[in-house]
């Protein structure tokens, strides 16, 4: 088989537009902030999502949907993706963003004295180019000098592009910081009243991250509108797997059965939806893959080690010492390996059980010290700590009991 004609469709990046599965309402919302571009009413976004849930995604599908529509060709739209992962510090987030203004800047004479007048910032000349520098000794210039800079970077660039939007990733991290959210929310105050709002900023985070934002601003939140990504749908999940599937090489089909049950385990997370197909098309590709084959990339099978398997490790070296002390460990797992999602109180785990409830406390503690169960929140429910396990118990149930073997 050549090599070109091999194409796993799957992916655990940030997924390519053609690819780009649901999201329709989020969608919708945003692209009416596009169009209204030139009234000047435009809201900047923020995007608020948990750990791998699509929020680079959708950023790169933003970008690729309005750029490659016709409606938008005349407004001169400059796209502006910058990624704060790395950045701890506020005054090294600004220096990030400034940089990918860097790249876009044509310096003249004038714009150079006006930078230069700025406290805090530095600016270094080569011939005829040049480039912004923050001066790191002049962190508590920073809230001041950050929207000034912009302010002046912006106006220049406005000969050239219309809107600029700019796309802040990962900002976690830098959220932590008390005085980011109050420097972005004075920044966009300042672009907005001077510039008559061309400038748009999309900012994602987790919920813990938006958090961070109104505590250190608390008007922080009303200058965007807020898009919450949400878990998958199933319709949604089921899309992600066809879109794949139809650009996948060798053709390989999955059966009705073995999407149902894909989606199933990934529990509404698209990130665990595209790992757990990219390892049964890694497998099995060029095949029919029914439900059992999905089992069978998971969890071990006589000549290969299945993916959960190892995610099961991590988690499974500490539980498979206690469940060998006690059969009630098993019990207690598999009871919330069926509802992997849910989280379950100790007294419906007594009834479940029958067993004394003194003693049920007791193995739901060691549960919790080995990190397979957590709190939920300050109540008295139980659930499993990672989505992954639950995957990975439900799967090694089933794969037990598709075996023959009785859990
Ligand atoms: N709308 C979607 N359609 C298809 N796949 C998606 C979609 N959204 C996310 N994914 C997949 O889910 C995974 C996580 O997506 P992404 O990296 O965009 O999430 P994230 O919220 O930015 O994660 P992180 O918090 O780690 O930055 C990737 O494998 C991506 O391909
Ligand atoms: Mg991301």
């Known amino acids: ?12 990046m940030p997924v390519e537009p053609k690819f780009f599965a649901g999201r329709k309402a989020e969608m919708a919302r945003i692209e009416r902030q596009f169009g209204i571009l030139t009234t000047g009413n435009t809201a900047h976004i923020f995007i608020e999502g948990e750990r791998a849930i699509g929020k680079s995604s959708i950023l790169k599908y933003i970008q690729y949907k309005i750029s490659s529509d016709s409606k938008y060709e005349n407004n001169n739209i400059l796209f502006l993706y910058v990624k704060l992962g790395d950045c701890k510090s506020t005054i090294n987030a600004c220096g ?4 990918a203004f860097n790249e876009k800047i044509d310096w003249t004479t ?9 406290r805090g ?22 809230q001041t000098s950050f929207s000034k800079a912009l302010y002046v970077i912006v106006d220049s660039l406005n000969e050239k592009y219309k809107f600029i939007v700019l796309m802040l990733d990962e900002t976690d991290a830098v959220v932590e910081n008390e005085d980011f959210g ?15 709002k061309n400038v748009m900023v999309i900012m994602t985070a987790t919920p813990q ?28 999940g089921l899309e992600l797997i066809n879109r794949a599937l139809s650009k996948g090489r060798p053709k390989t089909e999955f059966t009705p059965e073995a999407k149902e049950f894909l989606i199933k385990l990934s529990q509404g997370t698209p990130g665990m939806l595209q ?9 099995f590709r060029g095949q029919t893959v029914g439900k059992k084959e999905v089992l069978e990339s998971m969890v071990d099978s006589e000549e290969h080690v299945g993916s959960l398997t190892i995610i099961g490790q991590k988690y499974f070296s500490r539980l498979e010492e206690l469940e060998k002390q006690h059969s009630l460990y098993k019990k207690i797992t598999q009871i919330y390996s069926e509802k992997p999602n849910d989280s379950i109180s100790i ?3 007594v009834e479940k059980t029958g067993v004394e409830e003194k003693i049920i406390r007791r193995i739901v503690k060691h549960l919790l010290k080995v990190g397979v169960l957590e709190k939920e929140g300050i109540t008295t429910k139980y659930r499993l700590s990672s989505t992954l396990l639950g995957a990975y118990l439900y799967a090694r149930n089933q794969s037990l009991i598709a075996k023959g073997k009785k859990y």
């Open 121 to 142: 910032l530095e600016v270094k000349v080569f011939g005829t180019g040049g480039r912004i520098d923050i001066d790191k000794t002049a962190e508590l210039d920073i």
């Open 96 to 99: 990030k963003i400034v940089d």
């Open 182 to 196: 109050r420097l972005i929310k004075n920044t966009i105050e300042e672009l907005d009243i001077n510039k008559k």
């Open 275 to 283: 790992e757990l197909c990219q390892v049964v098309f890694e497998r």
């Open 209 to 236: 991250g938006r958090k961070n934002c109104e505590e250190s601003h608390s008007g922080f939140i009303r200058s965007f509108i807020l898009i919450k990504l949400k878990k998958f749908k199933d319709e949604e």
């Open 1 to 12: 088989m050549e090599f070109e004609n091999l194409i796993n469709p799957f992916t655990t």
């Open 347 to 349: 007294k419906e785990l």
């Open 110 to 118: 004038r714009l150079r004295d006006k930078i230069k007048g700025i």
